[in-house]
């Protein structure tokens, strides 16, 4: 099969021709029409993510099942046939845990790591999974005509989901979004706008920017513009916002958030550099505000974010799909910004 491997951090990728995978006992082999590209993976080609070299990076995939090993059943929850359609959950999870046990998988005890970063991802024409890290896709969604966007719902719109959920977001909200204009941001801002709350959308690029507003955002704050802060306390009339969502989660964009945030407001933070920021402790009391951290999705989430696109409330935006064999030059673009929305590498047909 063609891969395309990352044999260190911040070097190209390297095309080669690997053997197909064959699965083991509990495990399948997919056959891979697309994969995403976002930051997340974009962080171990980067060096920001240390993994074991050579690696296959990779996750949001959308494929079809070729194999299966022993102990794979066709039928029943879980149950896995060639021939089905599949995507996958990023982190390879336990499912025995307590926090498994409880639909919190993130917090799994016993995580054995990440798809395409401890295993090889969907940088390759067919994947090798455990048969429990595949979620086979629902009824209703066009995988064949639209795999790209299918493929992104995993993980661009999947935590999005579960960060409507964490912060409580209602109806009665005003909802700001920092790197509004990303891959993940954007999809937050129409997972907001689907739960009815009022958004601003905050980035620095007048492209991203538009596009924001065509996703949905009642308002967009130029970053590049002047103190963050204040806009959101202007645009809000001085009583700031309920709910900030920081997708950048740099010390500027954190303590900007948190200064704009009214009373009951939540922050929550996801991503980032692993950056610290200053919060005022009198403030937090006075408006009694919650800081909160959101790491990916649970199963459930990405069944559910899945079943949202199949009912038509959000559609996935993906903007640039490139061959496997430029994924250096996609790559290049995420690095440097340039992707509004997600982008994806169309491998097979």
Same mark, same amino acid.
């Given at each position: ?8 951090a911040?070097?190209p990728?390297? *095309? ?11 495990e ?12 997340t993976i974009?962080?171990?080609?980067a ?5 074991d070299?050579?690696? +296959?990076i ?6 079809? +099942? ?9 039928t ?7 021939? @089905?359609?599949?995507t996958? $959950?990023?982190? *390879? ?11 919190r998988e993130?917090?799994c005890?016993?995580? @054995? ?8 991802g969907?940088?390759?024409? $067919?994947?090798k ?5 595949y +979620? ?5 969604? @066009? ?25 409580? +977001?209602?109806?009665?909200d ?7 204009g ?11 706008r689907?739960?009815?709350?009022? !958004? ?5 690029r ?14 967009v !704050?130029d ?7 204040e806009a959101?306390?202007?645009a ?33 933070? *996801? ?7 200053r919060? @005022? ?11 909160i951290?959101?790491? $990916?999705?649970?199963?459930q989430e990405v ?14 935006? !993906? ?9 250096? /030059? ?5 690095? /440097? ?13």
């Amino acid at each position: 099969m063609k891969a395309m491997v990352l044999r260190a951090a911040n070097t190209p990728f390297v *095309l080669e021709n690997r053997p197909d995978p064959s699965p083991g006992p509990g495990e399948a082999v997919a056959k891979v029409i697309t994969c995403g590209s976002g930051l997340t993976i974009h962080h171990v080609k980067a060096g920001r993510a240390p993994v074991d070299f050579p690696r +296959i990076i990779g996750h949001e995939i959308t494929g079809e +099942i070729v194999a299966t090993g022993t102990g794979v059943n066709s039928t029943g929850a879980g149950g896995l046939a060639v021939g @089905d359609p599949v995507t996958a $959950y990023f982190y *390879l999870t336990c499912g025995e845990c307590r926090w498994c046990r409880i639909d919190r998988e993130t917090l799994c005890e016993n995580n @054995d790591g990440y798809i395409g970063r401890d295993i090889d991802g969907g940088y390759a024409e $067919y994947i090798k999974l455990p048969a429990r890290s595949y +979620i086979k896709l629902p009824d209703g969604l @066009d995988y064949r005509n639209f795999p790209a966007e299918i493929g992104i719902i995993t993980d661009a719109i999947a935590t999005p989901v579960k960060v409507v959920r964490r912060a409580r +977001i209602t109806a009665n909200d005003t909802v700001a979004v920092f790197g509004a204009g990303g891959g993940l941001g954007i999809h937050m801002v129409m997972l907001a706008r689907w739960a009815h709350a009022s !958004v601003i959308a905050i980035d620095i690029r007048a492209e991203k920017l538009a596009a924001c507003r065509d996703a949905g955002a009642d308002m967009v !704050v130029d970053a590049a513009a002047g103190n963050v802060a204040e806009a959101l306390m202007d645009a809000t009339r001085g009583t700031g916002v309920d709910v900030a969502i920081d997708f950048v989660s740099s010390t500027a964009t954190l303590e900007a958030a948190v200064a704009a945030l009214g009373p009951g407001g939540r922050l929550v933070t *996801l991503g980032g550099g692993g950056e610290t920021f200053r919060a @005022d402790s009198r403030a937090m009391l006075g408006k009694e505000l919650e800081l909160i951290g959101s790491r $990916y999705a649970t199963r459930q989430e990405v069944l559910d974010a899945l079943e949202l696109v199949a009912r038509g409330d959000i559609r996935p935006l !993906v903007t640039e799909i490139r061959p496997l064999e430029e994924a250096e /030059q996609l790559h290049e673009r995420i690095e /440097q910004g340039l992707v509004t929305g997600r982008a994806a590498l169309r491998i097979s047909e």
